[in-house]
Antibody, heavy 124, light 110 residues
């Protein structure tokens, strides 16, 4: 059974930093691209970032470019999202999600498994 | 890139059918056959219901179907059941490993 378990959320002040983690199990982690998707309270879904199975390629939505860094450790079956210079508008539940392989188009076919999410609150 | 456009709400009676639309542009929905649909129940993670416009993942009832015409995509739920109530989101590949979501549609089963 595929399992994705996020952790690391919490309360942080504007301008602060936070690193989210996602522990994966039940599948060959290195064979899948992995993404972060967030959902502000009462709002819709927003794609944040994706990283290839090898970790060699990564892409970001404009909202996180230059502030967020996605990474992975395939030896630990772990996905990370380092978030710097956080803003109030970054407040959201952050989900990690598995992306079925589709060649170079890592997010093309969407996400077939999701974690339960971790809440990040940016507030003074 | 702007979010895809979905109606805020939709409704149908038990056993009936309902169709939810998702409007994009030629740079996303119209340019690729990579539209996905997700179902989300309150305080739960989204669940993939349709991928690549019309493909149902294993375990998704065949009451759920997807289609596309030009810059619009559609999710049809036939034979509505109470458990189908929830929020539905479309997403589309937008090139260069960029993905955009719709704003979501709240489906009410009457």
């Amino acid at each position: 059974e595929v399992q994705l378990l996020e952790s690391g959320g919490g309360l942080v002040q504007p301008g602060g930093s936070l690193t989210l983690s996602c522990a994966a199990s039940g599948f060959t982690f290195s064979s899948y691209a992995m993404s972060w998707v967030r959902q502000a309270p009462g709002k819709g879904l927003e794609w944040v970032s994706v990283i290839s199975g090898s970790g060699g390629s990564s892409y970001y939505a404009d909202s996180g470019k230059g502030r967020f860094t996605i990474s992975r450790d395939n030896s630990k079956n772990a996905l990370y999202l380092q978030m710097n210079t956080l803003r109030v508008e970054d407040t959201a539940v952050y989900y990690c999600a598995r992306a079925p392989p589709r060649g170079a188009r890592m997010v093309a076919v969407g996400f077939d498994n999701w974690g339960q999410g971790t809440l990040v609150t940016v507030s003074a | 890139q702007s979010a895809l456009t979905q109606p805020p709400s939709a409704s149908g009676s038990l056993g009936q059918s309902v169709t939810i639309s998702c409007t994009g542009t030629s740079s996303d929905i119209g340019g690729f056959n990579y539209v996905s649909w997700y179902q989300q129940h309150p305080d739960k993670a989204p669940k993939l219901m349709i991928s690549e416009v019309s493909q149902r993942p294993s375990g998704v009832p065949d009451r759920f179907s997807g289609s596309k015409s030009g810059n619009m995509a559609f999710l049809t739920v036939s034979g509505l059941q109470a458990e189908d109530e929830g929020d539905y989101y479309c997403s589309s590949y937008a090139g260069s490993n960029n993905l955009i979501f719709g704003g979501g549609t709240k489906l009410t089963v009457l």
